[in-house]
């Protein structure tokens, strides 16, 4: 590693205690915005880092620039100069890519080939009507015009209001929290509020919000692999390369920095200027794309068939209807017709249905707390089958409180800050001294306390002003911060020891910190005075961790006294009870140790991470034994309950202790009779073989690494499974494939599909540490947590739980659910709308008889069922009993049979009244046969089907409840109600223009109530005996999770079938 703490450094960045400049003095002499730009550019160059550090020396160091950017390094910017640095330099907000004007989506509508061809052929026809007959013949060619144009305007609004939406999520995805240094407070406040000269602080796992110039650095990398393209972690540090660009992500250590570049200005948003980032489209878009497809490819054949029938029956057949009508009006009208088939049968509106379905449920997820960063996690989690969830923070509140401990050797069993306890008297003041000491400077976190409104002038971070102790950044740490400020401790002061400590600076102390892999954290503090050698700084080893891994490498403990005494083995038993003792109480059990003159062991200036772990973490003294309690969300128990029901297994995945997770598990539901709880040492020894036994019941998996949690995501999905030898080589080093791949976790992919058919589980993950994003990544849908996750985390996710809660988990997947009932309920309306009008356009075609719907007709047809039946079940609100239902598998089927039953007892029922009414009309209504009349009123009735078979449509199993709800679907309820009154327009007032006539009340109620007869035919299809298969479920069998069966419904059979019967024979007969 780097030498960090280069003794040939300047000194003058060693102290950095400038005295304050006037504020007001400060503020009037800012250097003006060209003065900043050419000066930092000078330092700011990309990929130049030896050019940048010679210049950087000649402009004065780090001292230099801050001092033209007038920032005081030890107590940051004034608040009075927040407002004004904004309007000089700007705030830290990256520039959006240009968007598409509604006039731009409204030109790129009409690229369809289809659309451009019936454009064309409509032109056709407004020329050669217009040469035939001067008076009217341009209306038909006009009225296509307009009905393509309101197509595209409706086409256009549409992907407009995708855009904003797609927009606004990716703003609130981009709306993340840094801490900065202001007035010599540390505040929180939103990444775009951060201005030029801005003092900032990060540690591992965050992202690095602007261009900046260390200050302070303790064993810093960085990835920048987003800008430069190179895969390996940079180290930074302030002699060599003391630079940190925005967009990039601190992948170790912890570094305070001064902002040089923000937002437009930063290199990152130079980059992103530029950039145009694109909706990727979901699985169920993709496989509704290849659907359509076919359902297109139908419809060319459909039309090419239709336009052959009409050209047989003209050349052939020689219809008296025909015998004024040229060949080629009448082969341009075949032709028209034709392309209006393919029109209606292109189901462009199945993709826009789920476009229309998951904006509209990304923004209803958003207010339960669930950012959608990836729009096919929103739809891959409705049929989740495996829930990995995090303990800490998720299934718990994330509230530590240290609330009995051994301290010193003295026992205390109330140390709650509410409880105003005091220390024991017994134990002396170099103890509570050395267990300070270990508390404020073997930690990371903040405690941010009592939030005044002058800390965040200028800005508009917080709604409200928030009283209580915030704790920023790992929250046992904080629990421990919040104890030594507590009276408990006598009020310490923490952050007068870490700037004692000097961490980040040359020959400052030194910090490695927590990892969930090794479970525990080391500080080499340098203490000052001399050794018995006379050597100028005496440093200190302060190491916290979990409680019975600490406990193993300490050979002594620290008495009442100070004094230093063995740890005999009875000693050691003892304190492993009280390990124990914790754990099954549910709390956490947590260790402080030290070991002094560690400078006699290794060189602190230049020892890395694994020389301490190796050579000073062992024989040490134990300081304390701390339990930690952190309380289960109240929700997580009927959160857990909903889950299991819905046919989703849930298992905790944590790094605490054995006997606090089982303790925790059981409370939360999640460990059952009969459940199976290891740990992460036992789960790595297991062949696949042995995993596939047990992982049906394995519900905790404790003292866990992130390796375990991906290997356990990758053996249940099979998302990354090596697929080649050398993929399994990769994995496993210096291992024998041909002897060893049945033998080592995770398997390899040929004998996992064969173990399983080759269909895994659908998984999700929770994770909220930098270690986290493999497992992330591995999961079919990654859940990391807003408040308590790390930028990493937060990257490598599919959805962000902006409140860390497991039941915002629970309505991710009721949404999913959601989204994915409402494109089978589209889909089955829309297919059976294409099934009619295809067929009735064919039939009367080879029957001789005038396509009764023209190509008007037919693309107001095509506007109902696509852009209004997208718009109305699209935006259907999820029910609670979606999660009564078990997930779907993986390869289910999008039309299930209940569908394909209901798709085709409607389309009979409309291809039967549209056929009696081809028939029977003229004679029923009393008009000509093939008239205007006639075929206003086949049209009528067949649009009136379309209205109620909606209603139909709203169910997809045997459910007969069309009213259900209702009123929470005001989309639905004003597509509706528009519909009909379009409808009532387009007939009464659209003349030869959309080749209707106005029909009497009478013709009106008849034609309605034929439409309306779907809803009795709705009911009685149901009464088929179609279930859907059990095979196409996965998931959790429980006896409360079902598959949907067929409800009974005898006695409204009673009642629903006279009505029926009797309304048929009204409108028929009478």
């Known amino acids: 590693m780097t030498d960090t703490r280069n003794n040939n450094h300047h000194n003058n960045d060693r102290n950095h205690d400038d005295d304050d400049d006037d504020d007001l003095h ?179 796992g965050d992202s690095i919000p602007c261009d900046g110039l260390l200050i302070k650095a303790d064993s810093l990398s960085v990835d920048e692999s987003a800008l430069t393209g190179e895969p390996m972690d940079v180290e930074k540090n302030l002699v060599q390369d003391p630079f940190v660009l925005s967009g990039c992500i601190a992948t170790a250590g912890t570094a305070e920095f001064i902002a040089i570049a923000v937002g437009k200005d930063s290199q990152w948003g130079i980059i992103k200027a530029h950039l145009e980032k694109e909706q990727d489209q979901t699985p169920l878009q993709e496989k509704l794309d290849s659907m359509a497809q076919i359902i297109g490819y139908v419809g060319m054949a459909s039309a090419a068939a239709t336009f052959l029938a009409m050209m047989f029956i003209y050349i052939v057949v020689q219809p008296e209807y025909l015998k004024d009508t040229s060949l080629f009006a009448h082969a341009l009208e075949a032709f028209i017709i034709g392309v209006t088939i393919v029109v209606v049968a292109v189901p462009e509106g199945l993709p826009l249905a789920v476009t229309i379905a998951l904006a509209y449920s990304t923004k209803k997820m958003l207010r339960d707390k669930n950012l959608i960063r990836h729009l096919a996690a929103c739809e891959t989690m409705g049929n989740a089958t495996n829930i990995c969830s995090d303990k800490t923070g998720t299934l718990t509140e994330n509230r530590m409180t240290v609330v009995k401990g051994i301290f010193a050797n003295v026992r205390q069993d109330d140390t709650a800050p509410e409880s105003n306890t005091v220390l024991n008297a017994d134990v002396s003041d170099f103890a509570r001294d050395i267990i300070l000491q270990n508390i404020a400077t ?131 038993r003892e304190l492993e009870n009280v390990i124990s003792s914790f754990a099954s109480q549910a709390l956490r059990c947590v260790a402080l140790a030290h070991r002094p003159d560690i400078h006699k062991v290794i060189d602190p200036d230049t020892c890395t991470e694994e020389d301490c772990a190796s050579k000073c973490e062992k024989e040490m003294t134990l300081d304390a034994l701390v339990g930690i309690v952190d309380p289960l969300r109240g929700d997580v128990v009927d959160a857990v309950k909903t889950c299991q029901k819905a046919g989703i297994f849930v298992r905790m995945v944590t790094g605490d202790n054995l006997e606090t997770a089982k303790a925790i598990a059981k409370q939360a539901g999640i460990l059952t009779e009969g459940g199976l709880s290891m740990v992460g040492e036992e789960f790595r020894k297991l062949t696949p073989a042995q995993l596939d036994e047990i992982l049906p019941r394995l519900q905790v998996l404790a003292r866990s690494s992130p390796e375990d949690k991906h290997i356990l995501v990758e053996r249940l999905n099979g998302g990354l499974m090596p697929k080649t030898k050398e993929e399994w080589m990769e994995a496993h080093p210096g291992r024998d494939w041909e002897t060893e791949r049945d033998l080592l976790l995770p398997g390899y992919y040929d004998e996992w599909a064969q173990s399983r058919n080759g269909v895994g589980e659908v998984v999700g993950v929770t994770g909220d540490g930098t270690n986290d994003g493999p497992a992330l990544k591995a999961a079919d849908v990654g859940l990391s947590m807003g408040i308590s996750g790390t930028d990493v985390a937060k990257n490598a996710s599919d959805i962000i739980i902006m409140d860390d809660k497991f039941s915002s988990i629970v309505k991710a997947v009721l949404w999913g659910r959601s989204v994915f009932d409402n494109i089978r309920k589209f889909l089955q309306f829309q297919l059976t709308v294409n099934v009619v009008a295809l067929t009735i356009t064919f039939i009367s075609a080879v029957a001789g008889y005038r ?37 779907y598998r993986r390869d289910a089927s999008l039309i299930n049979l209940p569908m394909w039953r209901n798709i085709l007892a409607q389309a009979s029922y409309q291809l039967g009244l549209l056929i009696f009414l081809l028939q029977k009309g003229p004679e029923i209504f009393g008009c000509a046969s093939g008239s205007t009349h006639h ?78 007869m779907s809803i009795p035919v709705g009911f009685i299809m149901r009464l088929i005996p179609v279930n859907e298969n059990p095979d196409s479920f996965a998931g959790l069998q429980t006896d409360e999770s079902s598959v949907p069966v067929k409800k009974g419904s005898s006695i409204l059979t009673i009642f629903v079938l006279p009505i029926a019967a009797a309304i048929m024979y009204k409108v028929v007969f009478d």
């Open 851 to 887: 396509p009764p719907l023209n190509a008007v007709m037919m693309l107001w047809v095509n506007l109902i069922m696509d852009t209004m039946g997208a718009l109305a079940l699209g935006t259907e609100p999820p029910a609670s009993n979606l999660l009564l239902r078990r997930p």
């Open 935 to 1012: 075929f206003t009123i086949i049209f009528n009735a067949f649009v009136f089907c379309q209205v109620f078979n909606e209603f139909n449509a709203r169910e997809i199993d045997d459910v007969f409840n069309p009213l259900k709800n209702l009123g929470q679907s005001p989309m639905f309820l004003g597509v509706i109600i528009f519909t009909i009154f379009a409808q009532w327009v387009i007939v009464e007032f659209g003349g030869d223009f959309t080749q209707t006539r106005p029909l009497t009340f009478e013709e009106w109620k008849v034609t309605s109530l034929l439409g309306a």
């Open 442 to 572: 073997c930690s990371t976190a903040r405690i941010l306390t009592k939030a005044q409104p002058q800390d965040l002038a200028s800005s508009d971070v917080l709604e409200e002003v928030d009283n209580r102790m915030h704790v920023v950044g790992n929250k046992t740490e904080g629990a421990l911060l919040i104890l030594a400020q507590s009276s408990f401790m006598g009020g310490d002061d923490y952050e007068v020891r870490r700037a004692r400590a000097e961490f980040g600076l040359p020959r400052g102390s030194r910090i490695f910190p927590f990892s969930s892999k090794r479970k525990r954290m080391s500080v080499l503090v340098k203490e000052g005075g001399k050794d018995d050698n006379g050597s100028d700084s005496v440093w200190t080893l302060y190491h916290k961790g979990a409680g019975e891994i600490v406990l193993e490498n300490c050979t002594s403990f620290m008495d009442k006294d100070g004094s230093i005494q063995p740890m005999t083995s009875e000693k050691k």
């Open 26 to 204: 400060a503020v009037k002499s800012l250097p003006s915005p060209s003065k900043v730009r050419e000066t930092i550019s000078r330092i700011n160059e990309p990929q130049s880092r030896e050019t940048n550090l010679s210049n950087l020396v000649s402009l004065g160091s780090i001292d230099g620039i801050a001092s033209f950017l007038h920032t005081n390094r030890s107590s940051g910017l004034s608040s009075s100069s927040i407002s004004q640095r904004r309007s000089l330099y700007g705030c830290n907000a990256l520039p959006s890519s240009p968007r598409k004007t509604w006039f731009q989506l409204f030109v790129d509508s009409f690229d369809d080939e289809t659309v451009q061809i019936l454009i064309a052929a409509a032109i056709v026809s407004l020329l050669v009507g217009m040469y035939d007959d001067p008076k009217t013949g341009y209306i038909e060619g006009c009225a296509i015009l307009a009905a393509v144009l309101i197509v595209s305007i409706v086409t256009a609004c549409n992907d407009y209001q995708k855009e904003t939406q797609f927009r606004a999520l990716s703003k609130a995805n981009d709306d993340v929290q840094v801490l900065v240094k202001r007035d010599n407070v540390i505040v929180s406040i939103a990444i775009d509020e951060v201005v030029l000269g801005d003092i900032i602080s990060v540690e591992a």
